[in-house]
């Protein structure tokens, strides 16, 4: 792996972040060796019957990370590109995610490598059930907990609920989270991650004395994450000045009309065609003048080859691992505020975690309260990183890294090691 490669590795992102907070918190070397080391690793192959016949087999994927402070919780994502070293590098980032804001999961990933713009409804059911049933073992509401991510979504999670709950002979509602609301799903969960994203980066403002009307947003990746928090911000008065997705971006300095966007993209499935802006490459779009770039789209898309043309004041992490460790350095230096992925987007499993408890409750929760909880959880994890920051001298991705360490780190130490 070359150097460039490393750069662009999640597992490898992860693993130079864990490394600075650990000497930061001047760990025991056999309790950082246990923090790093994941707990089980699993691979499948997931034989699968083609509509036209033909057997076809994948590759799937499950990495559960930590079981320290409760079950193990993570999304499953499909895509062509998915592999054993970005589910594990994931998985970790979970478990710091769970333990950043403070909710009893440790962290999982799970993915198949396939290409879901090849699949059809029926196979992709197919792949998803014989995954579950592949994994079956070693999920369920006390030990592994699955989402939603990348190319996933509600229908995915009613599936792998039925599958489970078909194996085990009652209906285990809890057994996924992301579901939709009439199978155990939770009210405010569509929107949580992005949500999240919007209250951290009111935080943010707070701290720099701007108001959101008067502040400039770049969203780059338009997916669920994507477009919730771009209509979140955009009716709470931020002006959304661009927007991203696999086919390019739109631009408009006087601000983009974002319910019209995405009733577009809902009928066309792409932001191509969008007459509301100028066209934009959806690369070039992240090096474009703004207040807030929030980056929702994929890994590594800010790294040193374009940190250095970054224009953003405030950097707010909707995707997983959208900046590598070396743009960290850069965006620092610069006096980019990052609010790091571990934080920004961990209203996703915050909300899923409240999903978990009304399932378990069989009582669920109006909206309003789901929220006014969710809000209470972000800005008192944000508080924390920005505290840690502070108090460690380090950015805040390296902030978050080491209270979310240090909370694993003492439960270990609570818990003791069983042999």
Same mark, same amino acid.
């Not at 907990?145 to 996933?152: G, H, K, L, S």
């Not at 599936?159 to 489970?164: A, E, F, G, L, N």
């Not at 739109?250 to 007459?275: M, Q």
């Given at each position: 792996?070359?150097?460039?490669?490393?750069?662009?590795?999640?597992?490898?992102?992860?693993? /130079?972040?864990?490394? !600075? *907070?650990?000497?930061?918190?001047? #760990?025991? $070397? &056999?309790?950082?060796?246990?923090?790093?080391?994941?707990?089980?690793?699993?691979?499948?192959?997931?034989?699968?019957?083609?509509?036209?016949?033909?057997?076809?087999?994948?590759?799937?994927?499950?990495?559960?990370?930590?079981?320290?402070?409760?079950?193990?919780?993570?999304?499953?994502?499909?895509?062509?590109?998915?592999?054993?070293?970005?589910?594990?590098?994931?998985?970790?980032?979970?478990?710091?995610?769970?333990?950043?804001?403070?909710?009893?999961?440790?962290? /999982?990933?799970?993915? !198949? *490598?396939?290409?879901?713009?090849? #699949?059809? $409804? &029926?196979?992709?059911?197919?792949?998803?059930?014989?995954?579950?049933?592949?994994?079956?073992?070693?999920?369920?509401?006390?030990?592994?907990?699955?989402?939603?991510?990348?190319?996933?979504?509600?229908?995915?999670?009613?599936?792998?609920?039925?599958?489970?709950?078909?194996?085990?002979?009652?209906?285990?509602?809890?057994?996924?989270?992301?579901?939709?609301?009439?199978?155990?799903?939770?009210?405010?969960?569509?929107?949580?991650?992005?949500?999240?994203?919007?209250?951290?980066?009111?935080?943010?403002?707070?701290?720099?004395?701007?108001?959101?009307?008067?502040?400039?947003?770049?969203?780059?990746?338009?997916?669920?994450?994507?477009?919730?928090?771009?209509?979140?911000?955009?009716?709470?008065?931020?002006?959304?000045?661009?927007?991203?997705?696999?086919?390019?971006?739109?631009?408009?300095?006087?601000?983009?009309?974002?319910?019209?966007?995405?009733?577009?993209?809902?009928?066309?499935?792409?932001?191509?065609?969008?007459?509301?802006?100028?066209?934009?490459?959806?690369?070039?779009?992240?090096?474009?003048?703004?207040?807030?770039?929030?980056?929702?789209?994929?890994?590594?898309?800010?790294?040193?080859?374009?940190?250095?043309?970054?224009?953003?004041?405030?950097?707010?992490?909707?995707?997983?691992?959208?900046?590598?460790?070396?743009?960290?350095?850069?965006?620092?230096?610069?006096?980019?505020?990052?609010?790091?992925?571990?934080?920004?987007?961990?209203?996703?499993?915050?909300?899923?975690?409240?999903?978990?408890?009304?399932?378990?409750?069989?009582?669920?929760?109006?909206?309003?309260?789901?929220?006014?909880?969710?809000?209470?959880?972000?800005?008192?994890?944000?508080?924390?990183?920005?505290?840690?920051?502070?108090?460690?001298?380090?950015?805040?991705?390296?902030?978050?890294?080491?209270?979310?360490?240090?909370?694993?780190?003492?439960?270990?130490?609570?818990?003791?090691?069983?042999?």
């Amino acid at each position: 792996m070359d150097v460039v490669d490393k750069e662009l590795s999640v597992y490898e992102s992860m693993a /130079a972040r864990f490394d !600075i *907070a650990v000497q930061k918190l001047n #760990l025991d $070397p &056999g309790l950082e060796r246990y923090l790093r080391t994941p707990n089980r690793e699993i691979i499948v192959h997931i034989p699968v019957t083609m509509d036209n016949g033909h057997l076809e087999v994948f590759d799937g994927f499950r990495v559960q990370h930590s079981i320290a402070r409760g079950p193990c919780k993570g999304g499953v994502r499909y895509g062509p590109h998915v592999t054993l070293d970005e589910i594990r590098g994931l998985a970790a980032e979970m478990t710091w995610k769970c333990a950043v804001v403070n909710i009893p999961f440790g962290g /999982a990933k799970g993915g !198949i *490598a396939c290409d879901v713009e090849r #699949l059809s $409804p &029926g196979e992709l059911e197919r792949v998803t059930r014989r995954y579950t049933a592949e994994i079956l073992d070693y999920i369920g509401p006390e030990r592994d907990v699955p989402a939603p991510d990348m190319n996933t979504n509600e229908q995915t999670m009613a599936w792998i609920m039925d599958t489970y709950s078909m194996h085990v002979r009652h209906t285990t509602t809890a057994v996924v989270t992301g579901k939709p609301i009439d199978l155990g799903g939770s009210a405010g969960r569509r929107e949580a991650t992005g949500r999240g994203c919007m209250m951290t980066c009111d935080e943010a403002l707070k701290r720099f004395g701007r108001e959101r009307q008067d502040t400039r947003v770049i969203v780059h990746g338009f997916g669920n994450v994507g477009s919730q928090a771009a209509r979140l911000m955009h009716e709470s008065g931020y002006k959304i000045i661009g927007v991203a997705d696999i086919s390019g971006g739109l631009y408009n300095s006087r601000g983009l009309d974002i319910p019209a966007l995405i009733e577009h993209v809902e009928e066309d499935r792409t932001i191509e065609g969008f007459k509301g802006g100028e066209s934009i490459g959806n690369t070039e779009i992240l090096e474009q003048d703004c207040d807030v770039l929030l980056p929702a789209a994929t890994e590594s898309v800010i790294n040193s080859r374009n940190a250095e043309r970054i224009k953003a004041r405030i950097l707010v992490e909707g995707a997983n691992s959208p900046t590598t460790p070396p743009a960290d350095h850069i965006l620092f230096d610069r006096g980019v505020f990052v609010i790091p992925d571990i934080l920004a987007n961990a209203g996703g499993v915050t909300v899923s975690y409240f999903e978990w408890v009304q399932d378990r409750e069989g009582y669920f929760w109006s909206e309003k309260v789901v929220n006014e909880r969710l809000h209470a959880i972000m800005v008192s994890a944000f508080d924390q990183v920005v505290g840690y920051g502070e108090r460690y001298n380090v950015n805040n991705r390296i902030a978050a890294y080491i209270l979310a360490i240090d909370r694993v780190a003492f439960t270990l130490k609570l818990r003791g090691i069983y042999a």
